[in-house]
């Protein structure tokens, strides 16, 4: 996780996301932590995950706010590094480009330029990440806040990710998968609807059959680009849906590399 650029998408053309995802997964030294069209979550996801870079659209038809909006949110934020913010746009105005300047980002990347494409944007913050990594240098006051806040953290990023796939926030299943996948980040064990059962006072059976509907719904009512796009792991053919255990240790994993 030391060596991995940590990078915020912040970008409202779906084709665009996929590409920039599918980039970032065959590589081994950048790291996606959010993908988002909002430009007010946009803001929220900077304050929790303190990417190392923002990869910011300036216009977010398909979304909400605009890239500006973002950037005017940073410059009122206290962060212990702020994250290098590229700008990736299709808007040509000068005005609105010393606009973005001024507000602070850090390079402004046309859409237009004969050799843009997502691959030349990441290769762009490869070539800076050694000077950026060496900015992001959290204060003491971080380092002593850390082992409180992780928790929260994590709670609120496996909240985001289960949002993004669809999982029913009023399913029973709901608090038992966000349980397993803390635990199994602390502690990977074999025996966790066990364990998640004796906590809720309920039988492993129930915990089980719970976190398994749970997921089964969001793979019959989520758009499939939606799942395809933010759930990267294989899935066997025959069962169509990831198992619990499949699952859980996916995102797990996921969310303890990134932390």
Same mark, same amino acid.
């Given at each position: 996780?030391?060596?991995?650029?940590?990078?915020?998408?912040?970008?409202?053309?779906?084709?665009?996301?996929?590409?920039? $995802?599918?980039?970032?997964?065959?590589?081994?030294?950048?790291?996606?932590?959010?993908?988002?069209?909002?430009?007010?979550?946009?803001?929220?996801?900077? &304050?929790?995950?303190?990417?190392? +870079?923002? $990869? /910011?659209?300036? %216009?977010?038809?398909?979304?909400? *706010?605009? *890239?500006?909006?973002?950037?005017? +949110?940073?410059?009122?934020?206290?962060?212990?590094?702020?994250?290098?913010?590229?700008? =990736? @746009?299709?808007?040509?105005?000068?005005? =609105?480009?010393?606009?973005?300047?001024?507000?602070?980002?850090?390079? $402004?990347?046309?859409?237009?330029?004969?050799?843009? !494409?997502?691959? @030349?944007? /990441?290769?762009?913050? &490869?070539?800076?990440?050694?000077?950026?990594?060496?900015?992001?240098?959290?204060?003491?006051?971080?380092? %002593?806040?850390?082992? %409180?806040?992780?928790?929260?953290?994590?709670?609120?990023?496996?909240?985001?990710?289960?949002? /993004? $796939?669809?999982?029913?926030?009023?399913?029973?299943?709901?608090?038992?998968?966000?349980?397993?996948?803390?635990?199994?980040?602390?502690?990977?064990?074999?025996?966790?609807? !066990?364990?998640?059962?004796?906590?809720? *006072?309920? @039988?492993?059976? !129930?915990?089980?059959?719970?976190?398994?509907? +749970?997921?089964?719904? +969001?793979?019959?009512?989520?758009?499939?680009?939606?799942?395809?796009?933010?759930?990267?792991?294989?899935?066997?053919? !025959?069962? *169509?849906?990831?198992?619990? =255990? %499949?699952?859980?240790?996916?995102?797990?994993?996921?969310?303890?590399?990134?932390?």
């Amino acid at each position: 996780m030391e060596n991995k650029l940590t990078i915020l998408l912040v970008e409202d053309d779906r084709q665009t996301c996929k590409e920039f $995802i599918n980039l970032v997964d065959n590589s081994d030294d950048l790291l996606l932590v959010g993908v988002t069209n909002n430009a007010f979550k946009a803001v929220d996801l900077i &304050r929790d995950r303190l990417p190392d +870079a923002v $990869i /910011l659209d300036l %216009e977010l038809h398909s979304g909400s *706010g605009n *890239g500006l909006n973002v950037l005017s +949110a940073l410059k009122d934020m206290s962060l212990s590094a702020s994250p290098y913010i590229l700008v =990736t @746009t299709n808007n040509s105005s000068a005005v =609105t480009y010393d606009a973005a300047r001024k507000l602070g980002a850090d390079f $402004i990347m046309s859409k237009h330029q004969p050799d843009y !494409s997502e691959k @030349t944007a /990441l290769e762009f913050l &490869r070539m800076l990440s050694p000077v950026i990594k060496s900015n992001q240098k959290p204060s003491t006051a971080d380092s %002593e806040e850390a082992p %409180e806040y992780y928790e929260k953290r994590i709670t609120r990023r496996i909240i985001s990710e289960l949002n /993004l $796939i669809g999982v029913n926030q009023k399913s029973v299943g709901y608090k038992y998968l966000i349980d397993g996948i803390i635990m199994t980040i602390k502690n990977p064990t074999q025996n966790l609807c !066990s364990v998640i059962a004796k906590k809720y *006072g309920k @039988t492993e059976c !129930s915990v089980e059959r719970a976190i398994q509907n +749970a997921i089964n719904r +969001a793979w019959a009512t989520t758009d499939i680009d939606d799942l395809l796009t933010y759930y990267t792991a294989k899935i066997s053919s !025959s069962k *169509g849906v990831p198992t619990l =255990t %499949e699952f859980i240790f996916y995102y797990a994993n996921k969310l303890k590399n990134e932390y």
